[in-house]
C-alpha cells in the first residue's frame, strides 16, 4: 500500500480542491490554492503563487523576518458520482515566507517550511513527518486518475460490475470505480437498499505507467469474469 507519506504528496500533486489557512489573521478567509499555483521542492517545501495584493502575500510581507504559522488543507473528492464522495483530507502545517522574483507579474510565491502533515483518507488517519514528506514520491497516476476512473465508468461499467463475482455479495445496485493507484484500484458498491462497501483488488505488482495499467487491469477483469 502507498505510506501516509506517499499519499499526501499525491493529494498535493493532485487537482484536488486546497486552501491556506493563516490561524489568527483577522477578517482572513481561506484562500484557494489551484493545483497549478503550487508544487513541491527538492527538499519538501510548498511553493505557493498567489495575486501580489492577497491576505497572504500581506501577512507574508509585513512578518519581515519573521515566520508566519500556515496550514495547507487539501479535500479530496471522487472525480465519480458515489454516495459519500469526500475520499480523504490532508493538512500540511508550516511557517509561511516570501520568495521575491519568482512569479509573473501581479503575483507572489510564498514558500511554506513544512513542520508537519496528517493525511485521513480511504487507507486510515496518519502523521506524517517532514522528512517523510520531502522523500516521498508521489503516484504515477496522480495526473490521469481522474479521467482514468470516469472513463472505467462510463465505458466499461459492465466489466467493473464483474467484480461482483469476486466479493460474492448480493443485491448490489450500483458499481463504481473509487480510486486507481499503482498498487491497484479500489470499487464502491451500492446496495438495492443504499448501503455501501468498499473493496481493494491490487494488482500482482506495482506498475508505473498506462501500459502496464492497461494490461493489469485487462487481468483483473478477465480473473472475474471466469
Given at each position: 500500500m502507498p505510506?501516509?507519506?506517499e499519499r499526501t504528496r499525491t493529494l498535493v500533486h493532485s487537482t484536488c480542491s486546497a486552501a491556506l489557512v493563516i490561524p489568527g489573521l483577522a477578517g482572513a478567509r481561506p484562500e484557494p490554492v489551484p493545483a497549478d499555483v503550487r508544487g513541491v521542492g527538492p527538499d519538501g517545501?510548498?511553493?505557493l503563487v498567489f495575486p501580489a495584493d492577497s491576505p497572504?502575500?500581506?501577512?507574508?510581507?509585513?512578518?519581515?523576518?519573521?515566520?508566519?504559522?500556515?496550514?495547507?488543507?487539501?479535500?479530496?473528492?471522487?472525480?465519480v458520482s458515489v454516495p459519500h464522495r469526500i475520499r480523504g483530507r490532508a493538512w500540511i502545517s508550516g511557517w509561511l515566507t516570501r520568495v521575491p522574483g519568482q512569479a509573473g507579474p501581479g503575483r507572489t510565491m510564498l514558500r511554506l517550511e513544512i513542520g508537519d502533515a496528517y493525511v485521513d483518507d480511504l487507507w486510515g488517519a496518519s502523521a506524517v513527518e517532514a522528512e517523510e514528506f520531502a522523500l516521498a514520491e508521489p503516484d504515477p497516476f496522480v495526473r490521469h486518475e481522474s479521467e482514468l476512473l470516469q472513463h472505467l465508468d462510463s465505458a466499461h461499467?459492465?466489466?467493473?460490475?464483474?467484480?461482483?463475482?469476486?466479493?460474492?455479495?448480493?443485491?448490489?445496485?450500483?458499481?463504481?470505480?473509487?480510486a486507481l493507484d499503482r498498487f491497484g484500484l479500489r470499487v464502491r458498491f451500492t446496495g438495492v437498499d443504499g448501503h455501501t462497501f468498499d473493496a481493494r483488488f491490487d494488482f500482482p505488482e506495482p506498475v508505473g505507467d498506462l501500459a502496464a495499467l492497461r494490461r493489469a487491469m485487462r487481468r483483473l477483469f478477465a480473473a472475474a469474469a471466469r
Open positions: 505510506s501516509a507519506a517545501d510548498l511553493f497572504a502575500v500581506r501577512a507574508a510581507t509585513h512578518a519581515q523576518d519573521d515566520d508566519v504559522p500556515a496550514v495547507v488543507e487539501i479535500t479530496d473528492v471522487a472525480p461499467g459492465r466489466q467493473v460490475r464483474t467484480l461482483c463475482t469476486v466479493v460474492e455479495r448480493e443485491g448490489v445496485a450500483r458499481v463504481t470505480p473509487l
